[in-house]
């Protein structure tokens, strides 16, 4: 079972060798946790994430959620396991201590998240939605409302959710039909339908807080007219506790292609005219109070995808040691040569260092962006603590995207290293490839992202964020030019950084001409070979990191583990920017034909 589960060492080299973690744990806000609080929490979520979750994650999938009466169950060995999260407030790990979290570095909340989201994601997203509700509570609520959720959300006791979608409004969020009444108590009176709400109904917590996005009667169309409202399953008595049943109902739970243990609900709320709903911050500024917790999902989504994707590789490794098959190469002719690991074939060593190349590459990204997120509030600079935000911001498209895309290819051919087995229910990594599909939808599907990378991300504060970003990537490129083993590679990194920059300023402005259309038709392909370009950055870092240890004095055990970082480099810059540079010239080149086909053009009439 260890072996489904992120690479201990891997973390740690990231954390630690990479991200230098230890410079972050110097800062007053950690000032609770050293290094070896640090190595201590982690090793204590991974034991649990391979105790208690791992084991629940098969189960989970095949017995799916239960709904029946409005009432929803989750499987049954659930229960013991959130109860055990809970009571290790392993949910609130990165929440902050003043919204009654443990406030720990988000290097290691991340690393936690990584063991418990690989071992099953589904369960560990009951414990831990609450929190990005609490957010938005703790930011826009008053006092009262603070008082009132915030701490039960962020520990879990209470559940939370997000209700934008319904049946007519998905990506366009501003098409939604919900209605609020205001009420002379200065309450809301809401009617409506929602679809697709993650964890909208289960029997695992007392009370659930939902959050929902609705319009005042007489508001304007769009997203302008929107208003945030807090609606509990259960209205509050005096004391706080869980009182009267509000009039939010769940009317059913969709059969998924993956994520069967997790909850998507139907919620109707007020059909029987009685939805009590408390407005969240100001009227009509719904959408904005509502994207910190979308920013916040998106990037946990991203994360998700990872997570699947390194327990994926890990499996697919581990099962390549192990299925002995075929003779090796250098044995084609001798018919009497004993079978060999597959791991011993040149097309699955591909397949394997083409994946690890992924999973590498996007735990540094996620792990730099944690890195980036506490520095936006640690930094002693006004300055810097912009610039590491503005950072975060640029990346959020990105990792939601690309960890989801690229995590799900590696599943993918995780199964394709299996082989037969791979395409069977006897072994997770099927699962994991079905589970982690859902990452590139929800949250603002793929396309959603690329629009808000081309529209919005690249353009800000006129460009000049992701030309930090680049000069970020340059300052990589030009240390490994002064290393012998790494400067070919640096040098294919820099070829693909700088016609990244180019090609970003000829899209920007195709984007803001009559060409437009064209423009973001190529809008996610822009924003995938991005995160190709920052793949390969994030590679080199490590290689660098790796060839300055190995010129040291090592132990044995890490010799292996620091070439393999720069092997893995130079795979990933051979055989994977070379693909990118020609993609990036497709963009450039700007084919129109997806815009100017006819729809009848494309068949099918
Ligand atoms: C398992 C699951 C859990 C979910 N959880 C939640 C939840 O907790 N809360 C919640 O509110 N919602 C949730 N959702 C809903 C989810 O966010 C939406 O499904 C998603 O945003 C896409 O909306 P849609 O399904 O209506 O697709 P559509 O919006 O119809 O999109 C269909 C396709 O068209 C593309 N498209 C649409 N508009 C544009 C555009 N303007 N430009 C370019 N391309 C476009 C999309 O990229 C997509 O490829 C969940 C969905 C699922 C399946």
């Not at 109860?83 to 990165?94: I, R």
């Not at 791991?343 to 999973?359: A, E, G, Q």
């Amino acid at each position: 079972m260890a072996q489904q589960i992120a690479d201990r060492r891997d973390i740690d080299f990231v954390i630690w060798e990479q991200m230098n973690g230890e410079k972050l744990l110097g800062y007053d806000l950690y000032k609770d946790f050293n290094r070896k609080a640090c190595d201590m929490i982690i090793t204590e979520a991974r034991k649990l994430a391979i105790k208690e979750l791992l084991p629940t994650m098969q189960e989970g999938d095949e017995q799916g959620v239960k709904f029946e009466n409005g009432a929803v169950k989750v499987p049954e060995s659930f229960h013991r396991v959130h109860k055990l999260l809970l009571e290790g407030e392993w949910g609130c790990l990165g929440a902050p201590a003043e919204m009654g979290g443990q406030g720990a570095p988000s290097l290691v909340a991340t690393a936690a998240s990584e063991y418990f989201m690989g071992a099953n994601w589904s369960l560990f997203v009951y414990a831990t939605m609450g929190i990005g509700t609490a957010e938005m509570i703790h930011k826009y609520g008053t006092d009262e409302q603070r008082q009132a959720y915030v701490e039960k959300l962020v520990r879990g006791q209470w559940g939370g959710t997000m209700l934008l979608t319904e049946p007519q409004a998905g990506s366009d969020v501003g098409a939604l039909t919900s209605t609020a009444v205001r009420n002379e108590d200065g309450t809301y009176s809401l009617t409506g339908n929602k679809i697709f709400i993650t964890v909208g109904e289960h029997d695992l917590c007392e009370n659930i807080i939902h959050p929902v996005l609705a319009r005042i009667e007489g508001d304007p169309h769009g997203t302008k007219g929107i208003s945030l409202f807090i609606v509990p399953k259960y209205l509050l008595n005096d004391d706080g506790t869980p009182g009267q049943k509000n009039d939010i109902v769940c009317t059913g739970t969709e059969e998924k292609h993956g994520i069967h243990a997790n909850a998507t609900c139907s919620m109707a709320l007020g059909s029987k005219g009685k939805c009590t709903g408390y407005l969240l911050g100001e009227e009509r500024k719904g959408m904005k109070i509502m994207f910190n917790m979308m920013n916040g999902a998106r990037m946990a989504t991203g994360l998700q995808g990872l997570a699947y994707a390194t327990s994926a590789y890990m499996l697919a490794v581990n099962y390549a040691r192990e299925r002995v098959q075929g003779r090796d190469m250098s044995d084609f002719f001798n018919h009497e040569a004993p079978a060999v690991p597959i791991i011993k074939h040149p097309d699955v060593r591909r397949m394997l260092l083409w994946m690890k190349s992924y999973v590498d590459g996007m735990r540094s990204l996620f792990y730099y962006a944690a890195t980036c997120r506490s520095m936006a509030n640690v930094a002693e600079s006004e300055e810097e603590r912009e610039f590491y935000g503005d950072i975060y911001d640029l990346l959020t498209p990105v990792i939601k995207d690309y960890l989801a895309v690229h995590g799900h290819e590696v599943c993918i051919q995780a199964i394709q290293v299996y082989g037969g087995a791979g395409y069977c229910k006897d072994y997770p990594v099927e699962q994991y490839a079905r589970d982690c599909k859902i990452a590139s939808i929800y949250e603002g599907t793929s396309g959603i992202q690329a629009m808000d990378m081309l529209g919005r991300k690249i353009g800000m504060k006129k460009g000049k964020v992701f030309g930090d970003l680049l000069k970020e990537m340059q300052k990589t490129v030009s240390a490994a030019k002064d290393n012998e083993t790494l400067a070919p590679m640096a040098k294919k990194v820099d070829n693909a950084v700088n016609r990244l920059g180019e090609v970003s300023m000829e899209l920007g402005k195709k984007a803001m001409s009559e060409e437009i259309k064209t423009a973001f038709a190529h809008s996610w392909p822009f924003l995938d070979v991005l995160g190709d370009v920052i793949i390969g950055w994030m590679l080199l870092w490590r290689a660098q990191v790796a060839s300055e240890k190995l010129a040291g004095k090592i132990k044995k055990k890490d010799e292996a583990f620091y070439n393999g970082q720069i092997k893995t480099a130079e795979f990933y810059a051979r055989t994977v920017l070379p693909v990118s540079i020609g993609r990036l010239d497709s963009i450039s080149d700007g084919c129109g034909a997806a815009i100017e086909i006819d729809d009848g053009g494309f068949g099918g009439l």
